[in-house]
DNA sequence: TACGAAACCCGTATTAATACCTGATTATTA
DNA sequence: TAATAATCAGGTATTAATACGGGTTTCGTA
């Protein structure tokens, strides 16, 4: 297990601070640098205090000037095997997955616990592999699990009309009961009635909660 | 930090053996049990050698008898405080899905390093949380950002403010504006107000288009 | 400090949806 | 053949949502 050398990219020095203290009872891991924005770290990187082709940058997202998630493509162009991990308290899958797509190496939410922090470090640095804090894993997980509701048993699948799963679709579009009614050629009574079952059979409290059901079981899409 | 009991369930002896010996390493941890199969197990339960609600159990999928997964919602019936991990060779979605809806708290590939192996033991032990190995969310990150490539081009992507969210979830549970505005002890007018931003934002011509928006982006569940 | 964004609040008017009710026709199937 | 479900259609009343308009306060940040 090699020396882990860490930069530190956070524009509050209070944080910086901590996460230092933190990492430096670490036998296996160093700080050799600290910047609180993306320029400042350029600087070490091109003032050759640094070598960025064998570091682990730990950044922020929120900095004064680049933001720590658009600077990474810039940097691996220039350092390609310069490994990074955005820490940030942004929770937001956007974020998440634009960090990913930057090329971040791993993306940890700020209330990790220091065990977690140190063993995603070691787990990029050693392993050469990516790492997603466990909090936003299990998010995606339970997002995986409700998608895959349409597949479980355990809760009650209604089975609809052919005409009823029209409707449904159309009313998932946004159309009201007269618009249905006109494209399929029937009265809005109708279509009302229809929709009235639908919200019955669903057990839904109304339209919103229906197209929920509805979605989640891949009724529509 | 407390005492971490485990009982261990597999029916490979030389695994058993390998996971003891590399657990029993650990200052925190005791290996309280071990059985090669369920009945096994129950017996261990049922004869007050072993208090279930204080242990971790961990258990592979395929045994003789019952198989790992399905035997864990008998167990948390009548053990409702244990708690379970699932150490598996099988990488397939639907067994870790199937995993996490029979109430297991956590899901690990037998490729993981001992390191995740502990980490992930005590995650789940000490912090009350679930998890999942960092191979398979790695997994689940990919899927999605395969899925937002699909997505994002056709559909305009929306930020929303906190509120946004939370309003937004409630409309989709199928509550009025009225009854959203007594959860959130705001007035029904500004709970209209929200919901027609949302509408707005995301270009939908009414509330049921607009949840069919939020479900399909993973906005709501 | 000036700005924008978010959250909050309100009025008025119209349209849509919901919740009850009724009954007829057709097709399927037990 | 009798029963059931799906589709269609209508009546009546109430409630909810939508679409405009106007505004204030607060907070973070440029």
Redesign the interface.
Known sequence: MSLIKIVLTEDHKIVRSGIRSLLENEVDIEIVGEACNGNELLELFESGTINPNEVLLITDINMPGINGIDMIPGLLEAYPKLKTVVLSMLS???Y??KA??SGANGYMLKNV?S??LL?GI??IFN?G????C??L??E?????????YAT?D?LPVVDLSKREKEILSL??????NQEIADKIFTSKRTVEGHRQNLIDKTQ?????????YA??RGM??
């Not at 995606?140 to 895959?148: E, T």
């Not at 009313?171 to 009201?176: H, K, L, N, R």
Request: hydrophobic share 35%; glycine share 4%.
């Open positions: 937001h899958e956007k998440v997955l990913f797509q616990s065990e977690e063993f070691r787990h392993n592999q990516r790492y997603l466990t909090e894993s299990i995606l997980l339970d997002r995986q699990l409700g998608r895959s479980t355990d009313i998932a579009e946004g159309y009201t839904s409290r109304n339209s919103a909660a229906l197209i929920r979605v989640l529509v899409s």
